[in-house]
């Protein structure tokens, strides 16, 4: 027993993985080609594509917004999850990464419940209209999380869901003496997010650290 969150040795996380992961053949397809990739560390861990499903079947999301998509993984994992009746749009601006996502979602037979949008982010976002998600995703660059945060909050329901990735920045943000850019810009918006009168939020403690935000 422990009123601490424990530290996950590879023990412990083979056994998450192994108990608590339910990973279709599609997603480990996806998984092995990403893992050869330069950049393959950016997606998601597989027990935090496992936890954003469920979250996406809690609150009965129909319609999804992810900004970073890279080789697909989250956005397979949510869509999936929503169901035939779900509808999601994602924002990268890299083709080439999203061409390795378009393959796999087909395959999946997701393909056509994806709008995909390739351009920054931020110009892609100022095309939505106001209201129209129940959950949305930001995975993206890291400057830009504040200005990915009040559009998502601009474009969330009323009651809707964020979720907010890579918070604990491989822990940088919890050492002040680190200053980077990314590492400024995922402390100042942790804070501002904790004592926003606009949502609930609480820290989780999976994969690189997931912030979940409730629109009030
Ligand atoms: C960490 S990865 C996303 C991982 C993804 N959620 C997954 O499950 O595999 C970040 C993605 O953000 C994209 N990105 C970075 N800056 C961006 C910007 N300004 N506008 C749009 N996409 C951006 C990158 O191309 C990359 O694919």
């Not at 917004?65 to 994992?77: A, D, N, Q, R």
Request: one cysteine or more.
């Amino acid at each position: 027993m422990s009123n601490k969150t424990l530290d996950i040795n590879d023990n412990l996380l083979e056994y998450i993985l192994k108990v608590g992961v339910d990973e279709s053949l599609i997603k480990q397809n996806l998984r092995d080609e990403t893992k050869n990739l330069e950049m393959g560390k950016m997606q998601i861990a597989p027990e935090q594509g496992a936890f954003m499903g469920f979250i996406a079947k809690l609150v009965n999301a129909k319609s999804y917004l992810e900004i970073g998509v890279f080789t697909g993984y989250s956005m397979l994992s949510v869509v999936e999850a929503m169901g035939k009746e779900g509808c999601a749009v994602g924002c990268d601006m890299s083709k080439e990464w999203t061409d390795i996502a378009l393959r796999h979602w087909k395959k999946a037979g997701i393909d056509t419940q994806i709008n995909l949008k390739l351009d920054k982010a931020e110009e892609s976002l100022r095309g939505l209209e106001n209201e129209g998600f129940d959950l949305a995703f930001i995975d993206a660059d890291k400057e830009n999380y504040d200005v990915y945060y009040e559009e998502c909050l601009r474009l969330l329901k009323p009651k809707g869901l964020l979720m907010i990735d890579n918070i604990f920045w491989g822990g940088a943000v919890a050492n002040e003496k680190i200053r980077d850019v990314d590492t400024l810009a995922i402390r100042v918006l942790n804070k501002k997010i904790m004592s926003d009168s606009r949502v609930d939020a609480s820290m989780l403690s999976i994969g690189d650290g997931l912030m979940l935000v409730k629109k009030r």
